[in-house]
């Protein structure tokens, strides 16, 4: 150990003696990045080993790797209803469980996806004076009504709230969830969020939604795709083309083509994109990708199939 920490000394003498000052900045400049890197891969890796096993979800529906769609939330859907393998509509507007039940008289093996926000208050739902005054932050910039939550307060009164809202699902019938905004760490949400409180909370969302039976979907939060792939069934995106971070190869890191390594099924929509500038890439990474509007209605442009 002596003789090569010595050789290793006497190295670094003789390059710090060789190598100019500026290409010696430059060096530690490079060591720096690197090792803030690494921590930062420490960190998750420590949150990833801290986090609970997955529930097993024995029984659940779960999508197959090509899956005809339809996303639809502005109203639910009325007949005659699209020839399409799932139907992701609002859990709220179908709790009665009379649309959930409709879609899968219509087409038997139909899976049908509870949509709701895991990550935001809105102040037109039923529930919406539940919510304490401590978990609420910021306006969700874009979204009238909306406000981000502070996720690390999920083991009080915001857990209880999201539990009742995974009641409600199961209780309609519904197959699957598709929780939203369930990236605040990387947003502006008033609260100092972190990547390990976002996989705590997301964890404990999967976890919940397979105890009752359920599946459910990993909502954007590509960052954290390694972390949580082992809790999801299914991932849904919205714009990793427009924003180039849709596979491993453009985020070395982490990409939807994980899932689908995995055997899970990908659903993608692009707002802005034309299906001409995508479809054909998405068809390549065997996701399931749409041309949707802003508004979520009945309209949508499939990349393939119906």
């Not at 919406?128 to 009504?145: D, R, T, Y």
């Not at 209880?160 to 209780?171: G, S, V």
Request: aromatic share 10%; with cysteine; proline share 6%.
């Amino acid at each position: 150990m002596y003789k090569i920490f010595s050789a290793a000394v006497t190295a670094a003498a003789l390059l710090t003696a060789l190598v100019p000052a500026p290409a010696q900045a430059a060096q530690a400049g490079s060591t720096q990045t690197l090792r803030a890197s690494e921590a930062v891969q420490t960190a998750a890796n420590s949150a990833a080993a801290a986090l609970p096993a997955p529930v097993p979800c024995k029984g659940c529906w779960r999508p197959a790797l090509n899956t005809s769609w339809q996303w639809q939330l502005a109203a639910p859907p009325t007949k005659p209803f699209l020839d399409v393998q799932m139907y992701d509509i609002d859990g709220f507007e179908a709790r009665d469980g009379a649309v959930v039940k409709a879609l899968k008289a219509a087409k038997p093996g139909r899976g049908v996806v509870c949509y709701i926000s895991a990550g935001s208050y809105e102040d037109w739902r039923p529930d919406a004076k539940s919510f304490p005054a401590s978990v609420l932050g910021k306006k969700v910039e874009g979204w009238p009504g909306e406000r981000w939550l502070d996720i690390r307060q999920y083991k009080g009164q915001l857990g209880k709230i999201m539990e009742a809202r995974l009641d409600m699902c199961d209780k309609a019938g519904f197959d699957a969830v598709e929780p939203d905004l369930i990236d605040g760490f990387t947003n502006d949400t008033g609260f100092p969020l972190t990547g390990a409180d976002q996989l705590a909370y997301n964890v404990w969302l999967a976890n919940e939604a397979h105890e009752r039976g359920m599946s459910i979907a990993l909502k954007n939060d590509v960052e954290q795709i390694p972390q949580l792939l082992p809790y999801y069934d299914f991932a849904l995106n919205e714009e990793c083309w427009s924003h180039d971070e849709c596979t491993t190869a453009q985020n070395e890191d982490y990409g939807y083509d994980q899932f689908v390594k995995a055997g899970k099924a990908v659903f993608q929509v692009e707002y802005e994109l034309p299906a001409s500038r995508f479809c054909a890439r998405s068809n390549a990474q065997n996701f399931n990708s749409l041309v949707k509007n802003w508004d979520l209605d009945a309209k949508r442009t499939p990349c393939r199939g119906k």
